[in-house]
């Protein structure tokens, strides 16, 4: 990652453009009197207009540290004649919205931003990617087993310590209960917090609280990626659906084996939407239940499909119906989301489910 005086070298050497804006350094890190500091004055020509700028620079791209800066810029007295400007490494389209709407210009070292001098010119430029991935996180929380973290705030959206979200992730996590996977630790529990702090969805002032729903769902979704899955077998049975069930669970307590419905054939628990008759589940062990001679192997009308897969998040939070699970309404809305037309729509009812439930879990 670029540190402060590298970026302040790129634009002294022009290696930070935004077309048909030029920009020249006019003076680093100036004084500015007792508290008062600005990264560096710069000087925007287009034609024979120009506009002057004082910068606030910032060696990282994360949410928080965008927020930060705009602040900063927001209540921060300009010197005479100088505009605000914001510098990162990356900035994305919906940031440069905000700092347009904010009006506050912003470039990054990637060929992004929105710059404004009333009278003179407004330039807009956005979807160059981003060449400086490490300024995001090494991990990312919003997959595969570490989503867990997330998931449990579209649960129950308050906690009282670290030690409080662990407790309710490994409590809700069906295969630590019933399959002898290790227990998440507290020192994951703490660095996907760190992030999810950073990313400005959950804030930490003595409680840690749940601020942005739609936006953990978003991130969770976008970033979904399907199970590992080691063997996947369809059978027919010769029951109706509600037996069929019922049978799973029978066999599901007898094998201590957990199983839970995909997210797709659990969606009639949370929307409205008619399915087929195969019902599928997960399952972390296939052989155990093809050794109890269930049914008969086809591809011809199955009513069941067993999907084996050991990752966790799949199994996380299910809901019980008798003593047959069901996928959590968000596994299920991932799964809609990774659909087709059809199954995205419902997926909208399947995150007004959620929505509702988070109201009434809020203190």
Same mark, same amino acid.
């Given at each position: 990652?670029?540190?402060?005086?590298?970026?302040?070298?790129?634009?002294?050497?022009?290696?930070?453009?935004?077309?048909? /804006?030029?920009?020249? +350094?006019?003076?680093?890190?100036?004084?500015?009197? #007792?508290?008062?500091?600005?990264?560096?004055?710069?000087? !925007?020509? @287009?034609?024979?207009?120009?506009?002057?700028?004082?910068?606030?620079?910032? &060696?990282?791209?994360?949410?928080?540290?965008?927020?930060?800066?705009?602040? /900063?810029?927001?209540?921060?007295?300009?010197?005479?004649?100088? /505009?605000?400007?914001?510098?990162?490494? =990356?900035?994305?389209?919906?940031?440069?919205?905000?700092?347009?709407?904010?009006?506050? $210009?912003?470039?990054?070292?990637?060929?992004?931003?929105?710059?404004?001098?009333?009278?003179?010119?407004? +330039?807009?430029? &956005?979807?160059?990617?981003?060449?400086?991935?490490?300024?995001?996180?090494?991990?990312?929380?919003?997959?595969?087993?570490?989503?867990?973290?997330?998931?449990?705030?579209?649960?129950?959206? +308050?906690?009282?310590?670290?030690?409080?979200?662990? &407790?309710?992730?490994?409590?809700?996590?069906?295969? %630590?209960? $019933? @399959?002898?996977?290790?227990?998440? $630790?507290?020192?994951?529990?703490?660095? +996907?917090?760190?992030? /999810?702090?950073?990313?400005?969805?959950?804030?930490?002032?003595?409680?840690?609280?749940?601020?942005?729903?739609?936006?953990?769902?978003?991130?969770?979704?976008?970033?979904?990626?399907?199970?590992?899955?080691?063997?996947?077998?369809?059978?027919? %049975?010769?029951?109706?659906?509600?037996?069929?069930? !019922?049978?799973?669970?029978?066999?599901?307590? *007898?094998?201590?084996?957990?199983?839970?419905?995909?997210?797709?054939?659990?969606?009639?628990?949370?929307?409205?939407?008619?399915?087929?008759?195969?019902?599928?589940?997960?399952?972390?062990? %296939?052989?155990?239940?093809?050794?109890? $001679?269930?049914?008969?192997?086809?591809?011809?009308?199955?009513?069941?499909?067993?999907?084996?897969?050991?990752?966790?998040?799949? =199994?996380?939070? !299910?809901?019980?119906?008798?003593?047959?699970?069901?996928?959590?309404?968000?596994?299920? =809305? %991932?799964?809609?989301?990774?659909?087709?037309?059809?199954?995205?729509?419902?997926?909208?009812?399947?995150?007004?489910?959620?929505?509702? *439930?988070?109201?009434? #879990?809020?203190?």
């Amino acid at each position: 990652m670029p540190t402060i005086q590298e970026m302040i070298k790129m634009l002294r050497t022009r290696k930070i453009v935004l077309p048909p /804006l030029s920009f020249d +350094v006019l003076e680093a890190q100036p004084s500015m009197g #007792a508290n008062r500091r600005i990264d560096l004055m710069i000087k !925007a020509s @287009w034609r024979s207009s120009t506009a002057r700028f004082a910068v606030e620079c910032r &060696s990282v791209s994360t949410p928080k540290v965008f927020q930060d800066g705009l602040n /900063l810029l927001k209540t921060k007295p300009m010197p005479t004649g100088r /505009l605000p400007m914001l510098i990162l490494p =990356y900035l994305n389209e919906r940031q440069l919205q905000t700092l347009e709407q904010e009006g506050i $210009s912003g470039i990054d070292l990637c060929g992004n931003g929105v710059v404004v001098a009333p009278g003179m010119f407004a +330039v807009f430029r &956005s979807g160059e990617k981003n060449r400086f991935p490490s300024s995001a996180p090494i991990k990312n929380i919003y997959r595969k087993n570490s989503s867990m973290v997330g998931r449990v705030f579209l649960s129950r959206p +308050v906690y009282e310590t670290v030690q409080d979200i662990r &407790s309710e992730i490994n409590r809700r996590n069906l295969l %630590v209960n $019933s @399959w002898n996977t290790s227990p998440m $630790s507290l020192s994951t529990v703490s660095k +996907v917090l760190k992030t /999810l702090k950073e990313d400005l969805i959950v804030e930490r002032d003595g409680i840690i609280r749940l601020l942005q729903a739609d936006e953990l769902l978003r991130s969770i979704s976008v970033n979904y990626t399907a199970p590992k899955i080691t063997d996947r077998v369809k059978l027919n %049975v010769p029951e109706g659906t509600e037996m069929i069930r !019922a049978l799973l669970a029978r066999q599901s307590q *007898e094998l201590r084996l957990p199983l839970v419905a995909t997210g797709v054939s659990s969606v009639g628990r949370y929307a409205t939407m008619q399915r087929g008759d195969l019902l599928s589940v997960y399952c972390p062990c %296939v052989e155990m239940l093809l050794e109890r $001679s269930l049914g008969n192997k086809t591809d011809r009308f199955p009513n069941i499909e067993l999907i084996e897969t050991e990752d966790e998040m799949v =199994y996380f939070d !299910a809901r019980p119906e008798g003593d047959f699970r069901w996928a959590s309404p968000v596994q299920a =809305y %991932v799964e809609l989301m990774a659909g087709d037309k059809r199954d995205q729509e419902t997926a909208g009812q399947v995150k007004s489910f959620i929505a509702a *439930e988070l109201q009434q #879990a809020r203190p």
